[in-house]
């Protein structure tokens, strides 16, 4: 059974940073593609950033880009989320998300999901 669990969430001011993790198990995460998203209150979920299954690649929404990095531990089997420069936009739970089938901006692509954490930027 595949367990997805962030944690790193909280409430930060403006220009701060926090880093949020997601620990699997029931899957390794070297060996799979996974995302990171966001969703904010009244508003559809949203991409963030990919990493592809080899860790080469990577993919970030132009809103993230230069702030965020993805990273992962293969010996903890666990991915993260360094979010720097934080702005009160990117308040919203963040997920972490694992196997798309297909287009990995695509959150409905994504075949695993953790339970989110959330991330609260005050101005």
């Known amino acids: 059974q595949v367990q997805l669990v962030e944690s790193g969430g909280g409430l930060v001011q403006a220009g701060g940073s926090l880093r949020l993790s997601c620990a699997a198990s029931g899957l390794t995460v070297s060996t799979y593609a996974m995302g990171w998203f966001r969703q904010a209150p009244g508003k559809e979920r949203e991409f963030v950033v990919f990493?592809?299954?080899?860790?080469?690649?990577?993919y970030y929404a132009g809103s993230v880009k230069g702030r965020f990095t993805i990273s992962r531990d293969n010996s903890k089997n666990t991915l993260y989320l360094q979010m720097n420069n934080l702005k009160p936009e990117d308040t919203a739970v963040y997920y972490c998300?694992?196997?798309?089938?297909?287009?990995?901006?695509?959150?409905?692509?994504?075949?695993?999901w953790g339970q989110g954490a959330q991330v609260t930027v005050s101005s």
């Open positions: 998300a694992a196997d798309p089938r297909g287009f990995y901006y695509q959150p409905n692509e994504y075949n695993y």
């Open positions: 990493i592809s299954r080899s860790g080469i690649s990577t």
